[in-house]
């Protein structure tokens, strides 16, 4: 049978983006309920979208052909998608209200939500949008942030509704994500969106715990205007902190990505170089159990900075380097007993090679790879797709949202605190490979995990 979404509807310019929304996610095999707010329906008319959908629009809370119409929608929903959704939408959401069939619909679900905002650059940066957008992606309610690009009335900006096609794709990985992680019967508020999380029910695993998190690719200075950086969004280290916040941690957030949401309730530390990543992470890993070193730190910085602009009419100028400080060494250095350090690399070529010779090299206890050249992976993406090497061995996760990859490396770190001592960091051993805890992943003994990662054959038996 397929799967059900709802296609929520608000009523912004981009409303007529939705009807292509509809018949891509129809082309896709789904089965597609068009809900429409009142507002919607003045930029589009229900009968646009009854033409292309699985079934006639909706658009009454009143005098539905069904008593009860957002129940009966909702609990049968697999998914709920709102493109686009408008401020006013989102703060329905956020607050919980539920006075049109789309906004009631979405707190009568347990089924994921995910919304993809689209409004004027001045409204998206509103602190009120951002923070109802930070409440509902503390809830588990995933985003597809808008893009860069010509809005209506001639204006250019943040603010335009992500491509159709970027939001069908992520409507089918949530939908895979969710047949393989099928939610508790239970009357949890889990869903979703406005009334709960889709996530994997955790609970709060790392309830008392103190963890620092870095995010974002550092920048360091050539002159007042100029600086030398790398691609680092931030994204994958902000998801660590959110899911740690929810999984009950208290988060210290130092990041280099100070535009990348935060959610209330983090401690975030806003920092430009890696020299004021040091000053910022060491203080404050004294007094954590965890570090998880996500920042994209700079190994290099100009060793002087020009004081004023350099210009074009000078002779080109000469940038000698310098090593930054080596913070994930310093953390290392000075572990305390039980304090489990994960460290990150991003590489390309070979990326699980790399990894392991760094996992031998750094000392830390867990180590996350990714191959930033694999497509949907790395830098700026809402994907990821990581490695996991640990001395228990190495676990090769499918791609997936960083949230999700957030909640596989908290998994990982539960067991090390668990494990009271840290197994000391050394190579990993070949040992048969498991099955691993993710659906979709892997932990196989380094070799196995090696041969799989370079496309080698492994038969079936070798994953038992
Ligand atoms: C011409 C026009 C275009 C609009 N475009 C947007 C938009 O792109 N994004 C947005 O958030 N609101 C936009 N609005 C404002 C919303 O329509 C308004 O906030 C409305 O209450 C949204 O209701 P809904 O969320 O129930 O659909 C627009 C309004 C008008 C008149």
Known sequence: MPQRVILGVSGGIAAYKAVEVCRRLVDAGLHVVP????????????????????????????????????????????????????????????????????????????APVLVCPAMHTEMWEHPAVQENLATLRRRGVEVVDPDVGALAAGDVGAGRLADPQVIVERVLSLLERHRARPQSSGPSRAGSGASGAPHRDTGRDLRGRRV???????????????????????????????TAARRGAAVTLVTAAPFAPADEGIHVLAVETAEEMARATLPAAEQAEVIVMAAAVADYRPKRAAPSKLTRSERVPELELEPTPDILRALVERRRPGQVIVGFAAETGDALGKGMEKFARKGV??????????AGAGFDHDTNQVALISAAGIEQLPLQTKDAVADA????????????????????TDEDPVHGAHPGAVRLGTEHARNAYLGQSIEPEDHR
Not at 413 to 426: I, Q, Y
């Open 35 to 110: 809900v429409l707010t009142p507002s919607a329906t003045r930029f589009v008319t229900p009968l646009t979208f009854s033409a292309v959908a699985s079934e006639p629009a909706q658009t009454e809370l009143w005098n539905a052909p069904v008593p009860i119409p957002h129940t009966r929608l909702g609990q049968r929903a697999d998914l709920i998608v709102i493109a686009p959704a408008t401020a006013d939408i989102l703060a329905r959401l956020a607050c919980g209200l539920a006075d049109d069939l789309l906004s009631a619909t979405a707190l009568a679900t347990r």
């Open 212 to 242: 620092v998190v870095t995010a974002g690719g550092t920048r360091e200075p050539i002159d007042p205007v100029r600086f030398l950086s790398n691609r680092s969004s931030g994204k994958q280290g902000h998801a660590l902190a959110r």
């Open 409 to 428: 490396v908290w998994d990982r770190v539960v067991e090390l605190l668990a494990a009271g001592d840290p197994v000391p960091p050394s190579a990993p």
């Open 365 to 374: 206890d867990l180590l996350v790879v990714n191959d930033v050249m694999v």
